[in-house]
């Protein structure tokens, strides 16, 4: 059985990697092992990629995530699927059409980077204020020049992000948009549940039988 290829995604600080932790425990519970990931990977590619946006710039940049997104398919996302297993990623391609594009480079040249990616069951992309998004981003600390700014550059990216969300849906990517308003991490995973049992419970989905469900985490 292959399993299931989730991601969330959406501006810095919005929330994003709670939630993935959070909806990672109620898809357990809900008897399905999952792989819990995210980008940039924790592999030399991803760490170079995550900590090098002061170094690297515009297509060497673009080029590197790029890099970093295919190893991460090939040595841990595939062979999670192809096991049956939910995976569940933080960060993938719309962060690449936000970013980069950010930075100077061209959408055409984005999709052609990315033209051999996996593409998802589902993609989840969060919206939420962009002051309080952009408070959180600086509290747990930049390691990144995209979350640089103050409120304004945190429009600037949710904007985007809208305006990506609806490109990937016109590629004919499944897209889930969710307004977090005033709800707690733990709300916005409830609320995503639905929709990712939906998903699961396709024909062809049905949790694994005779084995313990688990949270695998990279």
């Given at each position: 059985?292959s399993?299931?290829?989730i991601?969330?995604?959406g501006?810095?600080?919005v929330?994003?990697?709670?939630t993935?932790?959070?909806l990672a425990?109620l898809?357990t519970?809900?008897?399905w ?7 940039p ?17 515009g ?5 590197l995530?790029?890099?970093d997104?295919y190893h991460h398919l090939?040595t ?7 096991a ?16 980069q594009?950010?930075?100077?480079v061209?959408?055409a040249?984005i999709w ?13 992309i969060?919206?939420g204020?962009p002051?309080?998004?952009?408070a959180?981003?600086?509290?747990r ?14 429009r600037?990216?949710r ?8 490109e990937?849906?016109?590629?004919g ?17 409830a ?14 989905t049905q949790p694994?039988?005779?084995?313990a ?5 990279s």
């Amino acid at each position: 059985m292959s399993g299931r290829f989730i991601v969330v995604d959406g501006p810095s600080g919005v929330g994003k990697t709670t939630t993935v932790a959070l909806l990672a425990n109620l898809v357990t519970a809900d008897g399905w092992e999952v792989h819990r990931t995210k980008e940039p990977s924790h592999t030399t590619l991803g760490e170079t990629a995550r900590h090098g946006t002061d170094e690297y710039r515009g297509l060497t940049l673009a080029c590197l995530v790029a890099a970093d997104r295919y190893h991460h398919l090939e040595t841990e996302i595939r062979p999670a699927l192809a096991a049956g297993k939910v995976v569940i990623c933080d960060r993938y391609l719309a962060t690449s059409l936000v970013l980069q594009r950010l930075d100077g480079v061209d959408g055409a040249f984005i999709w052609a980077l990315n033209q051999h990616i996996d593409r998802p069951h589902l993609t989840v992309i969060l919206s939420g204020d962009p002051v309080r998004s952009r408070a959180r981003a600086a509290a747990r600390g930049i390691h990144s020049r995209f979350h640089r700014g103050g409120p304004e550059a945190g429009r600037q990216e949710r904007e985007r992000y809208e305006q990506v969300a609806g490109e990937l849906a016109g590629a004919g990517f499944p897209v889930h948009r969710h307004e977090i308003g005033e709800q707690t991490p733990g709300e916005v995973a409830a609320a995503l549940l639905p929709r990712v049992r939906s998903l699961l419970t396709m024909p062809g989905t049905q949790p694994p039988t005779g084995t313990a469900a688990r949270i695998s985490e990279s």
